[in-house]
C-alpha cells in the first residue's frame, strides 16, 4: 500500500504560481512513477503529467507543457507538481497518483491516488 497526501492548493490570481506537494508513505515510494492528474467543475479527471520513478524522465499533457514542471525527492517520498503562469481555467482539483509503469497517461495505470487538493485561479 502507498498513502499519497496532496497539499499546497489554494486560491491564486491569474498569472501566478503555485507548487503542490504530494506526500507519500507505505511501500517503497521510489519504485514508482507518480502522476498528477486534476478534475476541473463539470468535467472529467484529465492527465496532466508524469515523472519517471528516477525523477529523470517527465512527460506532459500538451495543454501543460511549459507551464507545468513536476519534480520528485525520493529522500523526502515526495512529488511535487509546480504550475506557472496559471490561468482561471486551471481551476480544478488536482491529485497525485503512483503507478508501477512509467509514462502513463491513463488513469487506469495508477494503484494509489490521494485525496485531492483545490486549486482555484481567480481572473
Known amino acids: 500500500q502507498v498513502q499519497l497526501v496532496e497539499s499546497g492548493g489554494g486560491l491564486v490570481q491569474a498569472g501566478g504560481s503555485l507548487r503542490l506537494s504530494c506526500a507519500a508513505s507505505g511501500r517503497t515510494f521510489m519504485i514508482y512513477a507518480m502522476g498528477w492528474f486534476r478534475r476541473a467543475p463539470g468535467k472529467e479527471r484529465e492527465f496532466v503529467g508524469t515523472i519517471t520513478w528516477s525523477g529523470t524522465s517527465t512527460h506532459y499533457a500538451d495543454s501543460w507543457k511549459g507551464r507545468f514542471i513536476i519534480s520528485r525527492d525520493n529522500a523526502k517520498n515526495t512529488v511535487y507538481l509546480q504550475m506557472n503562469s496559471l490561468k482561471p481555467e486551471d481551476t480544478a482539483v488536482y491529485y497525485c497518483?503512483?503507478?508501477?509503469?512509467?509514462?502513463?497517461?491513463?488513469?487506469?495505470?495508477?494503484?494509489?491516488w490521494g485525496q485531492g487538493t483545490q486549486v482555484t485561479v481567480s481572473s
Open positions: 497518483a503512483a503507478s508501477r509503469f512509467s509514462m502513463q497517461s491513463d488513469s487506469r495505470e495508477y494503484e494509489y
